[in-house]
Nanobody
Framework: QVQIVESGGGLVQPGGSLRLSCAAS????????MGWYRQAPGKQREWVAT???????LYADSVKGRFTISRNNGRRTAYLQMNSLKPEDTAVYYC????????WGQGIQVTVSP
Protein backbone atom coordinates (compact mmCIF):
# COMPACT_ATOMS: atom_id res chain seq x y z
CA GLN A 1 0.00 0.00 0.00
CA VAL A 2 1.37 3.40 -1.00
CA GLN A 3 0.59 6.36 1.24
CA ILE A 4 0.30 9.76 -0.42
CA VAL A 5 0.47 13.04 1.48
CA GLU A 6 -0.01 16.43 -0.20
CA SER A 7 1.06 19.77 1.20
CA GLY A 8 1.54 23.37 0.14
CA GLY A 9 -1.96 24.49 -0.72
CA GLY A 10 -3.63 27.65 0.46
CA LEU A 11 -4.97 31.04 -0.56
CA VAL A 12 -3.14 33.15 -3.12
CA GLN A 13 -3.99 36.24 -5.15
CA PRO A 14 -4.38 36.08 -8.92
CA GLY A 15 -0.99 36.17 -10.57
CA GLY A 16 0.65 34.58 -7.57
CA SER A 17 2.45 31.27 -7.12
CA LEU A 18 2.19 28.16 -5.02
CA ARG A 19 4.16 24.93 -4.90
CA LEU A 20 2.39 21.72 -4.05
CA SER A 21 4.33 18.77 -2.70
CA CYS A 22 3.35 15.12 -2.84
CA ALA A 23 5.23 12.69 -0.63
CA ALA A 24 4.77 8.99 -1.34
CA SER A 25 5.81 6.00 0.71
CA UNK A 26 7.41 2.90 -0.68
CA UNK A 27 10.88 1.96 -1.82
CA UNK A 28 9.76 1.83 -5.46
CA UNK A 29 9.07 5.58 -5.70
CA UNK A 30 11.45 6.02 -8.64
CA UNK A 31 9.34 3.58 -10.65
CA UNK A 32 6.06 5.41 -10.00
CA UNK A 33 4.38 7.65 -12.47
CA MET A 34 3.30 10.70 -10.44
CA GLY A 35 0.78 13.37 -11.21
CA TRP A 36 -2.02 15.69 -10.25
CA TYR A 37 -5.71 16.02 -10.87
CA ARG A 38 -7.97 18.77 -9.62
CA GLN A 39 -11.66 19.21 -8.94
CA ALA A 40 -13.38 22.56 -8.79
CA PRO A 41 -16.75 23.00 -7.06
CA GLY A 42 -19.54 21.62 -9.19
CA LYS A 43 -17.16 20.25 -11.82
CA GLN A 44 -15.70 16.90 -12.69
CA ARG A 45 -12.19 15.98 -11.68
CA GLU A 46 -9.74 16.93 -14.42
CA TRP A 47 -6.20 15.84 -15.11
CA VAL A 48 -3.53 18.52 -14.62
CA ALA A 49 -0.06 17.07 -15.12
CA THR A 50 1.98 13.86 -15.08
CA UNK A 51 5.65 13.04 -14.68
CA UNK A 52 6.84 9.61 -15.74
CA UNK A 53 9.39 7.45 -13.96
CA UNK A 54 11.88 8.60 -16.60
CA UNK A 55 11.18 12.27 -15.98
CA UNK A 56 8.99 12.96 -18.99
CA UNK A 57 6.25 15.52 -18.38
CA LEU A 58 2.76 16.09 -19.72
CA TYR A 59 0.40 18.98 -19.06
CA ALA A 60 -3.21 19.87 -19.62
CA ASP A 61 -3.59 22.73 -22.09
CA SER A 62 -5.18 24.87 -19.37
CA VAL A 63 -1.97 24.89 -17.30
CA LYS A 64 0.75 24.52 -19.95
CA GLY A 65 3.35 27.26 -19.62
CA ARG A 66 2.23 28.14 -16.08
CA PHE A 67 2.63 24.90 -14.11
CA THR A 68 5.73 22.73 -13.81
CA ILE A 69 5.78 19.21 -12.44
CA SER A 70 9.00 17.72 -11.10
CA ARG A 71 10.21 14.97 -8.84
CA ASN A 72 12.97 14.19 -6.36
CA ASN A 73 13.35 10.44 -6.10
CA GLY A 74 15.73 10.69 -3.15
CA ARG A 75 13.04 12.52 -1.20
CA ARG A 76 10.22 10.37 -2.62
CA THR A 77 8.41 13.58 -3.46
CA ALA A 78 6.80 15.10 -6.52
CA TYR A 79 6.14 18.81 -6.89
CA LEU A 80 3.74 21.01 -8.80
CA GLN A 81 5.00 24.56 -9.19
CA MET A 82 2.06 26.77 -10.07
CA ASN A 83 2.74 30.26 -11.41
CA SER A 84 0.51 32.99 -12.82
CA LEU A 85 -2.41 31.53 -10.96
CA LYS A 86 -5.92 32.39 -12.05
CA PRO A 87 -9.24 32.23 -10.19
CA GLU A 88 -10.21 29.31 -12.41
CA ASP A 89 -7.32 27.33 -10.92
CA THR A 90 -9.26 27.22 -7.66
CA ALA A 91 -9.87 23.56 -6.84
CA VAL A 92 -8.97 20.67 -4.62
CA TYR A 93 -5.78 19.19 -6.03
CA TYR A 94 -5.20 15.45 -5.79
CA CYS A 95 -1.84 13.77 -6.19
CA UNK A 96 -1.58 10.24 -7.55
CA UNK A 97 1.12 7.61 -7.76
CA UNK A 98 0.75 4.87 -10.34
CA UNK A 99 2.59 1.68 -11.06
CA UNK A 100 0.77 -1.61 -10.87
CA UNK A 101 -2.08 0.21 -9.14
CA UNK A 102 -3.07 3.84 -8.64
CA UNK A 103 -2.90 5.50 -5.24
CA TRP A 104 -4.42 8.84 -4.30
CA GLY A 105 -3.82 11.51 -1.73
CA GLN A 106 -6.57 13.07 0.34
CA GLY A 107 -6.55 16.28 -1.67
CA ILE A 108 -5.47 19.80 -0.83
CA GLN A 109 -7.31 23.07 -1.36
CA VAL A 110 -5.93 25.78 -3.62
CA THR A 111 -7.89 29.03 -3.69
CA VAL A 112 -7.02 31.88 -6.04
CA SER A 113 -8.86 35.03 -5.04
CA PRO A 114 -8.18 38.76 -4.62
Amino acid sequence: QVQIVESGGGLVQPGGSLRLSCAASGSAFSAYEMGWYRQAPGKQREWVATITSGGGTLYADSVKGRFTISRNNGRRTAYLQMNSLKPEDTAVYYCFAAQTGTYWGQGIQVTVSP
